[in-house]
C-alpha cells in the first residue's frame, strides 16, 4: 500500500485540465490512481437535511465530501462557482468591477446556480478531497491566492503620443507622471512610456544645446 509520500510524488501534470486561472485535476483518472493504491478506500458526499449535495447560506453554496482509508477520514469542501470563480447563489446577483479601458466601474452578473453546478462542484471536491491523502497536491499551492479578474492590457499609445509631442522638459515631466499614474501597473506600459521619456528628453536637450 502506498504512503503519503507515495502519493505526493505521483506526476499528475498530463491529466490537468485548466480553467480560469485554477487547475482541476480529472475526477475519473484521481478516482481511479486512488483506487489502485487503496482497494478498500470509500467516499461520501455529504448532504443536507432535504438529501441534497450542498449547504446553501447567505454567502452562497458549499459542498463537501468525505474520504476514508483503512479508518483514517478527511473531510473537504469546496463553493460552488461560476466562471469567473465568484460565489453562486440560489438567485442571480450583480456586484461591481473596475473596467480597466474606461476606469469606470461597471456592474458584472453572477448567475443562480443548477444542479450542474453543483454536480462539477462535488466531483471537484472529491478530487481534492483526494489531495489530502497526497494525490496531485502540488497543483493546489496556489489556490488561496486572491482569484480576481485579470487585468486588461492598457492602451499606450496615446500616452506615447503625448509624452512626444511636449514641447519642454516642464511638460514632459507632468506628462509623463500622468501617464505611469494612468496605466497603473501594467509593467510592459511602464517600460514604455520610460523609454518614451528617456528618448524626449534627449531630443529636448540636443534641441536646447543647438539653440543657444
Given at each position: 500500500?502506498?504512503?503519503?509520500?507515495?502519493?505526493?510524488?505521483?506526476?499528475?501534470?498530463?491529466?490537468?485540465?485548466?480553467?480560469?486561472?485554477?487547475?482541476?485535476?480529472?475526477?475519473?483518472?484521481?478516482?481511479?490512481?486512488?483506487?489502485?493504491?487503496?482497494?478498500?478506500?470509500?467516499?461520501?458526499?455529504?448532504?443536507?437535511?432535504?438529501?441534497?449535495?450542498?449547504?446553501?447560506?447567505?454567502?452562497?453554496?458549499?459542498?463537501?465530501?468525505?474520504?476514508?482509508?483503512?479508518g483514517l477520514t478527511h473531510e473537504m469542501w469546496l463553493?460552488?462557482m461560476d466562471g469567473k470563480n465568484k460565489a453562486m447563489?440560489?438567485?442571480?446577483?450583480?456586484?461591481?468591477?473596475?473596467?480597466?479601458?474606461?476606469?469606470?466601474?461597471?456592474?458584472?452578473?453572477?448567475?443562480?446556480?443548477?444542479?450542474?453546478?453543483?454536480?462539477?462542484?462535488?466531483?471537484?471536491?472529491?478530487?481534492?478531497?483526494?489531495?489530502?491523502?497526497?494525490?496531485?497536491?502540488?497543483?493546489?499551492?496556489?489556490?488561496?491566492?486572491?482569484?480576481?479578474?485579470?487585468?486588461?492590457?492598457?492602451?499606450?499609445?496615446?500616452?506615447?503620443?503625448?509624452?512626444?509631442?511636449?514641447?519642454?522638459?516642464?511638460?514632459?515631466?507632468?506628462?509623463?507622471?500622468?501617464?505611469?499614474?494612468?496605466?497603473?501597473?501594467?509593467?510592459?506600459?511602464?517600460?514604455?512610456?520610460?523609454?518614451?521619456?528617456?528618448?524626449?528628453?534627449?531630443?529636448?536637450?540636443?534641441?536646447?544645446?543647438?539653440?543657444?
Amino acid at each position: 500500500m502506498k504512503t503519503f509520500l507515495d502519493m505526493r510524488k505521483i506526476n499528475v501534470n498530463d491529466r490537468v485540465e485548466k480553467k480560469d486561472g485554477l487547475s482541476y485535476l480529472t475526477w475519473s483518472w484521481a478516482w481511479d490512481e486512488f483506487k489502485q493504491a487503496y482497494p478498500t478506500a470509500t467516499y461520501e458526499v455529504v448532504k443536507n437535511a432535504d438529501g441534497l449535495p450542498y449547504f446553501e447560506s447567505q454567502a452562497g453554496a458549499m459542498c463537501y465530501t468525505r474520504v476514508t482509508v483503512d479508518g483514517l477520514t478527511h473531510e473537504m469542501w469546496l463553493p460552488v462557482m461560476d466562471g469567473k470563480n465568484k460565489a453562486m447563489k440560489s438567485a442571480p446577483y450583480t456586484y461591481t468591477v473596475r473596467d480597466f479601458k474606461t476606469k469606470q466601474q461597471v456592474e458584472k452578473t453572477v448567475e443562480a446556480f443548477t444542479m450542474f453546478d453543483v454536480n462539477k462542484t462535488v466531483m471537484r471536491c472529491l478530487v481534492k478531497n483526494l489531495a489530502m491523502f497526497g494525490l496531485g497536491l502540488y497543483i493546489y499551492a496556489g489556490e488561496d491566492l486572491p482569484s480576481e479578474d485579470p487585468p486588461e492590457p492598457v492602451d499606450v499609445a496615446p500616452h506615447l503620443a503625448a509624452i512626444a509631442a511636449t514641447a519642454d522638459v516642464e511638460a514632459l515631466r507632468t506628462t509623463y507622471i500622468a501617464s505611469v499614474r494612468a496605466c497603473g501597473g501594467d509593467t510592459a506600459a511602464l517600460k514604455q512610456l520610460e523609454a518614451a521619456k528617456d528618448k524626449r528628453k534627449t531630443e529636448l536637450t540636443t534641441a536646447e544645446g543647438g539653440a543657444q
